[in-house]
């Protein structure tokens, strides 16, 4: 079979060629409405779900931006975490959104719903891009409700850190599909028109690197796009030229700052360490199967998709199904080295995190899905082809049930609302202690929504790994919770009862907050 050029859609109503040029606004206006659906579907769903600000690597994202430009960076946590506060192209944003809505929770989730609109719809644009409408939109729609986007929330079974939280992951992997979106819908250009897009390609590929650093990786599959796409090779200085401007701005930006130019690319380039858990090469082989396989049943889906892009390009030799095995390759290659499969004792990168690996969902999906219509359409006998289209549907009939089976269960944030409304104006409660965890999160219910003070008193914290209440906070009060996700538990040595001399305070209507004191 001869190979087919990756510019011609999957579908005759996309082909360029096929729409008229009055039909063009109208083609337009229907990929913006259709991006809009996408974009209030994934803000449905972070309103469904409604995780609470999270602690640790949210919380200094969130802090850092906060005291922008005077973030300590020789001061705990930022000292320890300098990775996460360089990331401009997050912090930025969200000092932005606390200047318009204030520092409190209202800013964290509208960060965190900018987010995730920028992954799912890029993720959309770039699959509707290589094959049509008819897979880029229930492809999108899929990927929202996989549990790997539900499950967030650690006070019941989480799964990974993605939907409503505020982590360089989305954003970063929604802007790199975006600027692929860009170099796929130029090579359908020439011209004027081409460099424009190659131009906006080039913004969103810097930008993403300002969120998310190791996407600098897949930039080595830009000139093979080029090739794939037949875009002439002496048009990369056009999509290299806003590349490099963004990384200008911001080395300009880290000496102002910082007094350091270089400041993120050493964080970056330091990140890591000796794993806090064994770690073999056969294990850091295996990272793309664990990260997709360990957290829940349903992730071996991009397994499944990744075979079906391996098949269908054997046997189509489609270049859009070589294009996004491409993408996935220039990720899995050096997350996996870095993994520990160069060094076991020393990582980089923990590439058995399902969040990793975001960056290469839009090309999972693309081309898993694209090879299963291409294999479809080659089957020469009508009635079979029906029966594949009805066993696909069947399929998504049963896997949309199954990802939203345990969303109804999670505990979303009311608890956390019900303890900011018992705090505030009270002024007997001079102090509460907690582990770190669940302090940082408590900084934002101690506040309303937009920022203001509610509460007067003080949050004193000490380590997680405690197996007991200290002895400076011994006589509370204590915030506490039974950790049901992935989290080890808080003062495991420690039983928070009346026989053991404690009396209860306060507690959640569904149990899940309690506040103990001598």
């Known amino acids: 079979m001869a190979p087919t050029t990756v510019r011609e859609p999957a579908t005759e109503e996309d082909s360029p060629k096929a729409v008229k040029p009055a039909r063009r606004p109208l083609l337009r206006r229907r990929v913006v409405w259709l991006s809009a659906l996408v974009a209030a579907a994934a803000v449905a769903v972070q309103w469904v779900i409604m995780t609470p600000p999270l602690y640790y690597d949210p919380y200094y994202v969130f802090e850092g931006a906060r005291r922008w430009p005077d973030i300590p960076l020789d001061r705990w946590p930022f000292n320890e975490v300098p990775h996460q506060v360089s990331r401009i192209g997050l912090v930025l944003p969200t000092r932005l959104l606390q200047e318009l809505l204030g520092d409190g929770q209202a800013a964290y989730f509208a960060m965190a719903a900018l987010g995730g609109i920028v992954f799912f719809v890029g993720c959309y644009l770039v699959i509707r891009s290589l094959f049509g409408d008819k897979v880029g939109l229930p492809a999108a729609l899929l990927l929202i409700v996989h549990p790997f986007f539900l499950l967030t929330n650690p006070f019941s079974r989480e799964v990974t850190w993605s939907a409503g939280v505020l982590l360089p992951d989305m954003p970063g992997a929604g802007l790199f599909a975006f600027g692929v979106a860009g170099i796929i819908a130029a090579s359908r250009r020439s011209g004027r028109k081409q460099t424009l897009l190659l131009v906006a390609a080039g913004l969103c590929l810097g930008s993403a690197f300002l969120i998310r650093d190791f996407v600098a990786f897949m930039y080595v599959a830009i000139p093979v796009f080029f090739r794939l796409l037949d875009i002439s090779w002496r048009k990369l200085p056009v999509i290299a030229a806003p590349m490099l401007g963004v990384l ?21 380039a330091g990140h890591g360490g000796t794993p806090g858990e064994p770690v073999t090469r056969m294990l850091a082989l295996r990272s793309f199967e664990r990260a997709m396989t360990d957290w829940h049943p349903l992730g071996w889906v991009f397994v499944a998709l990744l075979a079906l892009n391996v098949i269908g390009w054997a046997v189509t030799r489609d270049r859009r199904l070589a294009f996004t095995l491409v993408w996935f390759v220039t990720l899995a290659v050096p997350l996996t080295l870095l993994s520990g499969l160069l060094n076991p004792d020393h990582i980089t990168l923990r590439g058995w995190l399902v969040r990793y690996w975001f960056a290469v969902f839009p090309a999972l999906l693309a081309g ?51 303890l900011r409304a018992w705090l505030a104006g009270r002024d007997d409660l001079p102090v509460i202690w907690s582990d770190h965890r669940l302090a940082q999160t408590l ?33 509370g009060p204590f915030l506490y919770t039974r950790w049901r996700g992935q989290e080890p538990p808080m003062v495991a040595n420690t039983r928070l009862t009346e026989e053991e001399g404690y009396r209860l305070l306060w507690r959640s209507s569904d149990g899940l907050l309690q506040i103990w004191a001598r």
């Open 248 to 268: 200008a701005v911001s080395m300009l930006h880290n000496q102002l700052v910082w007094g350091n130019a270089m400041s993120a690319l050493r964080s970056a």
């Open 368 to 418: 898993g899905l694209g090879a299963l219509v291409l294999l479809a359409g080659g089957i020469p006998r009508a009635r079979v082809r029906a029966g594949v289209a009805a066993a696909v549907c069947a399929l998504a009939a049963l896997y949309v049930p199954v990802s939203v089976a345990q969303v109804p269960d999670l505990p979303r944030d009311k608890a956390w609302r019900e």
């Open 443 to 475: 900084t934002f219910y101690t506040r309303s929504v937009w920022g203001e003070r509610l509460w007067d008193g003080r949050i004193r914290s000490f380590p997680h790994e405690y197996r007991a209440i200290p002895v400076i906070a011994a006589d």
